[in-house]
Every structure is written in structure tokens, then in C-alpha cells.
């Protein structure tokens, strides 16, 4: 499977995804580490790629949905975007209720 085609079913696939350096629990860099804090604040599950080691989504998921940095986030297949977008959204209470929407659709 193409690079490309592994990232369209990881987005398709999970309700929510966020690509990341590192992981919720040990992020590698400040913007992962916030926007990764964001989505557990809603209290809805989500997955996470850490994109340090899959060098093949380092270097290629910037053409995917062309946003040039990390870390992504994906809400019901589609992108969201990075750590400043995606704290707007919590802050005004929007995050939440777009991760449960999603979950509720994929359950």
C-alpha cells in the first residue's frame, strides 16, 4: 500500500487521528504536546501517529492534505489542522462536540 493510500485509511478508519511527534503520553515538541493535551481534555478517544517513527508519513503527509506542519488532526475524515486551530476549537467548546459527533458516526 501506497504511503499516501495509508493515511486516507488511517483518516477514514478512526474518528479521530492526530499526527504527532511523539505520543500523548511523552509528546517530542511543544505544539504536539498542546494540541494532543486539547483533544484528552474532551474525554473522547482518539488515535495518534507518531510521525518520528514512520519517517515515510514524516516526509509525506504535508502532501496529503497540503499543511505543511505537525501535528495534523483529523475529525471525521477530514482535517481539522494544527495545534493553534485545534486549540480555538476547545477553547470555545467546539473540539468537544466535534470529536463526539464523529465517534458517534464511526460507532
Not at 495509508?6 to 505520543?23: A, F, L
Not at 515515510?56 to 495545534?83: H, M, S
Request: aromatic share 10%.
Amino acid at each position: 500500500m501506497d504511503v499516501l493510500e495509508r493515511i486516507g485509511e488511517q483518516v477514514k478508519t478512526n474518528p479521530v487521528v492526530i499526527y504527532m511527534k511523539g505520543t500523548p503520553q511523552f509528546p517530542q515538541c511543544g505544539f504536539s504536546m498542546r494540541a494532543s493535551a486539547a483533544l484528552q481534555e474532551c474525554g473522547v478517544p482518539f488515535a495518534y501517529v507518531n510521525v518520528l517513527q514512520d519517517p515515510e508519513i514524516f516526509e509525506n503527509l504535508p502532501r496529503y492534505a497540503d499543511w505543511p506542519t505537525f501535528p495534523q488532526i483529523y475529525i471525521d475524515g477530514e482535517l481539522v489542522g494544527g495545534c493553534d486551530i485545534t486549540l480555538e476549537l476547545h477553547a470555545g467548546g467546539q473540539l468537544k462536540s466535534m470529536m463526539e459527533e464523529a465517534a458517534a458516526k464511526h460507532a
